[in-house]
Each structure stands twice: as C-alpha cells, then as structure tokens.
C-alpha cells in the first residue's frame, strides 16, 4: 500500500492509494487484519458505515477494503485528537479509469494538519495490521500529539 498523492481542500483532506499486485486489497485477504485494528482503535466499533448490507463497521470492517479502513482509522484518530465525531470520509475508486489497485480516500476535518497526521497514522497502521508483526504504532500517541498541535 502506498499513499500517492494527498490533496487539501477547503473541506476535505484526499489521498489517493494504491495497492501492487501481489498486494491484498481487502480486510479477508490479510487473516487477523481487521482484528488487529479494532484492538489498537476501540472506537471503530461505534463507527456508522453506508454500505449495501446496512451492517455496522465493525462487521464491514471483516471484508472491506484496506483503503475504507484507512478511511475510518483516520476519522478516528482524527476524533481521538479533538476533531467532531460527526465528521464523514468517502472510499471510491473506479479500476477502469485509474487502474486496478487505486482508491480515492477524502476526509472532511475541521483542522487540516490534524487531518494529515491522522491519515499518515491510520496508514501505518492498516500496514502493519496486514503484515501482523512486530509492535503496532503507536496511534493513542499519535493523536495525543495532534490534539498538542491543534492547541497551537
């Protein structure tokens, strides 16, 4: 997974994130994954999710695609450093037009910097939650640096 490009606009934070092809694109594909992450991230299992079976995240989070993880890690960390909970990310992609493994992720945020931070620490650890070794980032840390930066 590889985030190649990040956009700021006046709203919302894009990135966009590609997947090699000997990569898993799904939660399924990488056994333990979604575990993991709902262990270093509780919140996620409050987290609400429009999907076409109407579960909640924390079952959607079982099969999903690493970049809608990436989506709702960072929306939490997000919340952790002080952001509103209402706040709402996207995941699209569109396989024909920008090839296969390419996902559009956008975040709405109330402080970009603290959006930024958030998605840079949500990545890294929907990395090591698919690779499933050694320690997790430290996400808690993470966001209680971003709440410090928010205060600035």
Known sequence: MRIRSIDVSTDAVEAVISFGADEPMRTSEAPGCAARVL???PGLRAHRCDND???PFREEA????????????TLEVMALAGSPATLRGTTRWDFAKDGRGVFHVAVAYDDDLVALGALRAAAALVEWSVEGTGEPPDVEDEARRLWLLRRR
């Open 53 to 55: 079976l109407g579960v």
């Open 62 to 73: 079982l099969d999903t695609e690493l970049a809608h993880l990436v989506e709702h890690c």
């Open 39 to 41: 262990r270093e991230l």
